[in-house]
């Protein structure tokens, strides 16, 4: 019924989305939603999330950090999986962090600043060039990325690309951020035609 799903959408913010058709939804909007019916379900025994601060919509992030401490609060087994350092500090008690097939349990210390901190650079096919601020954009939107710079292709006098466009992303944790990379290249549609990265080693800062 009509009310029962605004009630339910309202619970995180997204009523307004109410009036729009479900493939009229942006991505980020299509996982909010999908979210609040997850998190709707009543006295659930055990909550399974994937990547569940990733690619929604900004306004839904603090209530649905909120709703999941309510559900732990309330008894529920929580188990989440995340790319992302500063998710798990902010969602979880008890880490199990996997780093190069070695696993680690325990609380996040501050010091832990993923398998490798570092930047990745890659380069983007000329053909493409274009569209690599689009693809700067995505992944300046991701918590992983500390930053994101891009430069153009070099062009010739009509316009034309002639070489790659370079962009460059930094971050705590270089196979998240190689992850976030990864997923923003297939969701633009940018080809990537090679990726260098340089680490500063477990426990260091990106700058």
């Known amino acids: 019924p009509r009310e029962g799903?605004?009630?339910?959408?309202?619970?995180?913010?997204?009523?307004?989305?109410?009036?729009?058709?479900?493939?009229?939804?942006?991505?980020?909007?299509?996982?909010?939603?999908?979210?609040?019916?997850?998190?709707?379900?009543?006295?659930?025994a055990l909550v399974a999330l994937h990547e569940p601060l990733c690619e929604i919509a900004t306004g839904a992030l603090a209530r649905v950090r909120a709703r999941i401490a309510e559900l732990a609060a309330a008894g529920a087994c929580v188990l989440v999986?995340?790319?992302?350092?500063?998710?798990?500090?902010?969602l979880g008690c008890r880490v199990a962090l996997?780093?190069?097939?070695?696993v680690r349990v325990g609380p996040l210390s501050p010091a832990i600043g993923g398998p490798a901190a570092g930047e990745i650079v890659a380069?983007?096919?000329?053909?493409?060039?274009?569209?690599?601020?689009?693809?700067?954009?995505r992944?300046?939107?991701?918590p992983e990325v500390r930053g994101v710079s891009w430069r153009d292709a070099p062009r010739a006098h009509d316009g034309r690309a002639v070489g790659p466009a370079r962009l460059a992303v930094v971050g705590d944790d270089l196979d998240a951020c190689a992850l976030a990379l990864a997923e923003a290249a297939v969701a633009t549609?940018?080809?990537?035609?090679?990726l260098t990265s340089t680490a500063l080693g477990p426990g260091r800062s990106a700058p």
């Open 189 to 194: 549609g940018v080809l990537v035609e090679s």
């Open 139 to 142: 992944l300046a939107a991701r």
């Open 123 to 137: 380069l983007v096919a000329a053909a493409d060039a274009p569209a690599v601020r689009a693809l700067a954009d």
């Open 98 to 102: 996997l780093a190069r097939g070695v």
């Open 5 to 44: 799903a605004r009630a339910l959408l309202d619970d995180l913010g997204l009523a307004p989305l109410l009036a729009r058709r479900p493939d009229a939804l942006g991505y980020p909007e299509a996982r909010a939603v999908e979210l609040a019916l997850a998190l709707a379900t009543p006295d659930p």
């Open 81 to 90: 999986t995340t790319s992302s350092i500063a998710d798990a500090r902010a």
